[in-house]
């Protein structure tokens, strides 16, 4: 484990490379998995850190969570398009349960592939096919599974430990074939649930991240057979919040008379969190898993870096 602590985007983006593996002649493939993006600050964190991180990283591909995309609750067709351009950097938004809270939703995931709702998602028609992305410099594609866990959430789901049994062996298949890599986005609220699930995709999938609780953990590790996984990712947005929400807005509701007060996206202490994959072209695996932070107020990055055990 190594870990790395800058003052300055500069002094980050210098010691940056000497973080990363080598080139290697297997190839190395670079995934950015994001969590939950928090309405309009979330936003603008995202566009001012990714075109570069992703420049200066050689990241190939860059996975955020959209669910509370607009102020807090959903996406618009808007939104989508702004985080979806070259220059922005987003390459696909996976969702969670506030999937639906604004209509546009559905016209959104007709004109593209490049958002992806829960595939555990109950009475919605295709949701449950993984969808297959180009990975710009490899020959693999990327299959991107979104699941629902199961404790806590209002609504209901289809059981994604069901779900995963059934195409599990054609994942399997597509990764030890040279075919794909795997990446999942278990968005729940208990971390048994997305631990559990972690250790079911055990060497097929090269890195999963739990999202939803908007608060990041910090057990980033990769198994023996090379699935990196961190219960947590945590939000990209204001923790100067309760879970992202202004404190004049939240805190009255845990007190008596509970108080019901708008809720409001807060525009405090914005932090930016990642989990980066340096996935082996060859086996379609992890070598290097990095939890990446940065915290604009105090101009902090910080990389914490975790080998496979076989390196
Ligand atoms: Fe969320
Ligand atoms: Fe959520």
């Not at 987003?90 to 016209?107: L, S």
Request: neutral net charge; glycine residues 8%; hydrophobic residues 40%.
């Amino acid at each position: 484990m190594s870990f790395l602590h800058c003052k300055s985007k500069d002094a980050f983006f210098e010691a940056l490379p000497s973080a990363l593996l080598p080139e290697s002649s297997e190839g190395i493939v670079r995934i950015l998995l994001m969590g939950d993006v928090i309405g309009r600050p979330g936003r603008k964190i995202v566009k001012s850190v990714l075109p570069q991180l992703k420049h200066r990283a050689k990241i190939n591909f860059a996975t955020v969570n959209g669910e509370n995309l607009a102020g807090g609750f959903g996406i618009t067709q808007k939104i989508f398009n702004e985080l979806t351009t070259s220059a922005a950097g987003v390459d696909v938004i996976t969702m969670g349960n506030h999937w639906c809270d604004k209509p546009e939703v559905h016209a959104i995931r007709k004109s593209s592939n490049r958002m992806v709702l829960p595939q555990n998602l109950k009475n919605l028609e295709g949701v449950e096919l993984i969808p297959e992305f180009e990975i710009p410099g490899s020959r693999r594609s990327l299959c991107v599974i979104n699941l629902m866990g199961l404790f806590a959430m209002k609504h209901e789901y289809n059981d994604p430990f069901e779900f995963l049994e059934k195409v599990r062996p054609v994942l399997q298949a597509k990764v030890s074939g040279g075919q794909s890599i795997v990446v999942i986005d278990v968005h729940a609220e208990a971390s048994s649930e997305k631990q559990a699930i972690a250790w079911f995709m055990d060497g097929v999938a090269a890195g999963l991240i739990g999202t939803h609780t908007h608060t990041p953990t910090s057990d980033e590790r990769i198994t023996r057979k090379g699935t990196a996984f961190l219960t947590d990712v945590g939000m990209t947005g204001p923790y100067e919040s309760v879970i992202g929400m202004t404190l004049a807005g939240s805190m009255p509701r845990y007190f008596t008379p509970k108080q019901k007060k708008p809720q409001e996206v807060s525009e405090k202490d914005l932090w930016l969190c990642g989990f980066l994959l340096e996935v082996s072209e060859s086996t379609g695996l992890t070598l290097a898993a990095h939890r990446l932070q940065y915290r604009e107020d105090s101009e902090e990055w910080t990389l914490r870096t975790v080998n496979t055990p076989n390196l």
